[in-house]
């Protein structure tokens, strides 16, 4: 089964709209931290941000916000005002108590239009 | 900033040929992972690293795969006969400790093509 769960596999806005990536993840542990990368097109993968699993306070930091909701098992990504610059792969992780990896997510390929 | 550095950024090999991608963690970093992408796929865990022996790996991490810290500074990912189906983009990455809190930096990646 798959830990972590991005449906949306392509998306595409104009420059300056709002965008949602969406992440659903499964874990049995209570304790845990989900994350968000992006990878843009030179294939790198950047740290966004970091979020655990005892803080459901949502945050926003520049453009950028997240709406983690416990009771729904989803941690969505919200870009506000896009830019070309933010098309890339965004990709959503889970780290788990129990182990050390990170599950990723399948991806979510953003392309913002000038 | 420091950051993880993996040699080559692109790697041409023939099938049944042995390879060796280098990475460079940053340095007071404690955990090592490899990771691997296939074109258009999802990342991949392969393999975690820590004092010097394998902690964790994942059933794509096979007889044909061995890692390495060699001198305290790099850290290598050995595949030994490469198949067709190896070719993707293999990521190394680090964390200062153990614990699902922090993130991984990831390098740039070493795109691995298997002809």
């Known amino acids: 089964a798959q830990k972590v769960t991005q449906a949306q596999t392509e998306i595409s806005v104009v420059e300056k709209e709002d965008v949602t990536l969406d992440c659903v993840y499964e874990t049995r542990d209570t304790t845990y931290y989900l994350f968000w990368y992006k990878q843009p097109p030179s294939g790198e993968l950047v740290f966004l941000i970091r979020r655990n699993s005892f803080d459901e306070q949502n945050e926003i930091s520049g453009r950028y916000s997240w709406n983690f909701q416990k009771s729904t098992s989803s941690f969505n990504f919200t870009i506000t005002a896009s830019q070309v610059v933010d098309s890339a792969v965004y990709f959503c992780?889970?780290?788990?108590?129990?182990?050390?990896?990170?599950?990723f997510g399948t991806g979510t390929s953003l392309t913002v239009i000038p | 900033e420091p950051e993880v550095t993996q040699t080559p950024s692109h790697q041409v090999t023939q099938m049944g040929q042995e390879v060796i991608l280098r990475c460079v963690p940053i340095s007071n970093h404690l955990y090592f992972y490899w990771y691997r992408q296939i074109l258009g796929q999802k990342v991949e865990f392969l393999v975690s690293f820590y004092n010097n022996e394998i902690s964790e790996k994942s059933e794509i991490f096979d007889d044909q795969f061995s890692v390495e810290r060699p001198d305290g500074s790099n850290f290598t990912l050995k595949i030994r006969s490469t198949k067709l189906e190896d070719s993707a983009m293999y990521f190394c990455?680090?964390?200062?400790?153990?614990?699902?809190?922090?993130?991984?930096?990831f390098g740039q990646g070493t795109r691995l093509t298997v002809v």
């Open positions: 992780a889970l780290s788990e108590n129990t182990g050390n990896q990170f599950y």
């Open positions: 990455a680090s964390r200062p400790r153990q614990g699902m809190s922090t993130e991984a930096f």
